[in-house]
């Protein structure tokens, strides 16, 4: 399974809504995204990396995987904090981004069941950063205008070298 890297036109659209009772397909794509993140050393993989529109993150944190179909983040903290993120469709770099530093993430499993996901630290940025990829934003467009030319010109070189 491919993953897309920037600047594929389809890294930047909305994904839509999964709705698991009647996707036969939805087990199998969620296994070859967790194989593709796995294999690429990623923590999280939304579905429009792969090239496919449907709202469907996978992420692994603290060896356990998860896949939330149609994930919402309903509350964040007040607190957030600044890290570094990569992101395996901007391969090579790493950029600042700020978060919140909890969230709760509500969505549906792969079995259409209700999920609740109270997440803080690190689980709290992959689903934060998973999720903006599926309303078509990438860590570049977090950045400020000046900060994205620095790490577009980055990102340029590391895909060169």
Do not use: W
């Not at 994904?15 to 796995?38: F, T």
């Not at 957030?80 to 499993?109: A, F, M, Q, Y």
């Amino acid at each position: 399974m491919e993953i897309l890297i920037h600047p594929n036109p389809v890294l930047k659209d909305t994904a839509v809504p999964v709705d698991p009772a009647h996707d036969p397909d939805l087990r199998g794509l969620v296994k070859r995204m967790a194989e593709a993140m796995y294999a690429h050393d990623g923590v999280g993989l939304a579905a429009p990396q792969v090239g496919i529109q449907k709202r469907v993150i996978v992420f692994d944190v603290d060896d356990a995987l998860y896949a939330v179909c149609n994930p919402v983040i309903t509350e964040r903290s007040a607190q957030t904090v600044v890290d570094d993120e990569g992101c395996l469709s901007v391969p090579g770099i790493t950029v600042p981004v700020e978060r919140s530093v909890s969230i709760v993430c509500e969505g549906l499993s792969v079995d259409g069941k209700r999920v609740v996901l109270e997440a803080s630290d690190l689980m709290a940025r992959v689903i934060q950063h998973e999720s903006d990829h599926l309303d078509g934003v990438l860590i570049l467009d977090r950045l400020s205008p000046e900060d994205r030319k620095v790490a577009i010109r980055a990102y340029n070189e590391a895909l060169s070298a």
